[in-house]
């Protein structure tokens, strides 16, 4: 595979600005037959824009949180389960940037320059909470190691060159293991059916006796002994595409109304899109979406300005922010979406349309963490200074 480099962070919007335009286009027909967006997904990896984090010296542009968000909002927009695959690639770049050593860096960063993708194996079901990981890295007499247990809601496996495992080591400690998509022992099934973002293929993976060598596993634990944005730029990305995914319905909501929906007989209107009370509804749900839009960038400058100077105080002010946009992002989404069809009338419930995909992205999308445990730590930070935890979900 051969990809494009992004130059810089104005080359890599217009490039996410196009993109959006063309996935926005067959977004309804893929969700509703459930066709996996492969060809998409190359054509994501063939622009460059999936290397765009990678550091200067290596090459890449390494575009700031506030365009990496943009980015995502802007294919949110288009399309909610095709900027959901690439957010843990991002997230896994990440572990790269902050944990790898100088040769890990330079042979995972050409892979992505070369347009390669990383998946994501790191939830596991049946288990205590979210953080119980149970998927082991059992060492051989060489050095190497073998990696066996099962992950599930694994976004973008089926679809990646290298799927980063998060499994513990004999240490008990949390580490990633970058694997090969066809190491032997490793297999990917496509078994997700949730109700909305239906072609995310965030399906199951299976890890019997998959080989690792050492030089393929980075100790993710160090990531949270110190002031760290692992967690605030992985959760700025959820936040992104929730808030993309409100603009993609108040948009197709507008146009539908302009277009296809009858004035009620009471507005005394030509149009529906004259009648003051969906005037008044559409300026609301207009409020709802710009405050999303600028919670995300006050949340991306944030994390930008943590990034400039790590601290305690500066990553605990990244996650706080990141947290507000994540709650508002959320509330948007689901609230937007649902609102389509208040705004759209009878017509809009049609399956044809598919109109309700957005409500059913929104809906599953928003389920990934509880926006009420960050109302919790945004609660007790601004009352008694508490600074959030670090983990990866703040």
Do not use: C
């Not at 605990?316 to 992002?329: G, Q, T, Y």
């Not at 598919?354 to 109302?375: E, G, M, Q, S």
């Amino acid at each position: 595979m051969t990809a494009h480099v992004i130059a810089d962070e104005a080359e890599a919007l217009a490039v996410a600005e196009a993109l959006a335009g063309e996935f926005r286009a067959g977004a309804a027909g893929r969700d509703a037959e459930r066709r996996l967006p492969r060809a998409e997904l190359d054509r994501l990896s063939a622009s460059g824009l999936l290397a765009v984090t990678v550091p200067a010296e290596h090459g890449g542009a390494d575009v700031s949180a506030r365009t990496l968000a943009e980015i995502f909002r802007l294919l949110g927009s288009a399309d909610g389960s095709l900027a959901q695959i690439p957010q843990s690639h991002f997230v896994y770049v990440n572990v790269i940037r902050r944990q790898g050593t100088d040769e890990q860096r330079r042979f995972f960063f050409a892979e992505l320059l070369a347009g390669r993708r990383f998946g994501n194996a790191q939830s596991e079901a049946g288990t205590r909470h979210v953080q119980d990981i149970r998927t082991r890295l059992h060492p051989r007499p060489d050095g190497s190691y073998v990696l066996r247990g099962v992950k599930h809601y694994s976004t973008g496996a089926l679809f990646a060159d290298w799927i980063p495992v998060l499994a513990r080591a004999e240490d008990d400690k949390l580490y990633v293991a970058y694997v090969p998509r066809d190491a032997p022992g490793l297999a990917v099934v496509d078994d997700w059916d949730g109700m909305g973002q239906r072609t995310t293929a965030s399906g199951t993976v299976r890890l019997d006796g998959v080989p690792v060598p050492a030089n393929r596993v980075l100790p993710h634990h160090l990531t949270f002994e110190g002031p760290q944005l692992h967690g605030a730029i992985a959760q700025l990305l959820h936040a992104a595409i929730d808030t993309g995914i409100a603009g993609g319905a108040l948009a197709e909501a507008a146009e539908f109304v302009r277009t296809m929906s009858r004035p009620w007989f009471e507005s005394g209107t030509g149009t529906a899109a004259e009648d003051p009370l969906l005037v008044q509804r559409f300026g609301e749900l207009a409020l709802e979406l710009r405050a999303a839009e600028a919670l995300l960038r006050e949340a991306a400058r944030a994390v930008d300005a943590a990034r400039a100077r790590l601290t305690d105080d500066s990553a605990a002010e990244a996650s706080i922010a990141v947290a507000a946009a994540k709650v508002r992002a959320a509330q948007a989404a689901v609230e937007v979406a649902s609102a389509l069809f208040e705004v759209a009338g009878t017509r809009a419930a049609l399956d044809s349309l598919n109109l309700h995909r957005h409500w059913r992205d929104a809906r599953t999308h928003t389920l990934h963490d509880p926006v009420r445990w960050k109302i919790q730590h945004i609660g007790r930070y601004v009352l008694n200074g508490t600074r959030p935890p670090r983990h990866g979900l703040l």
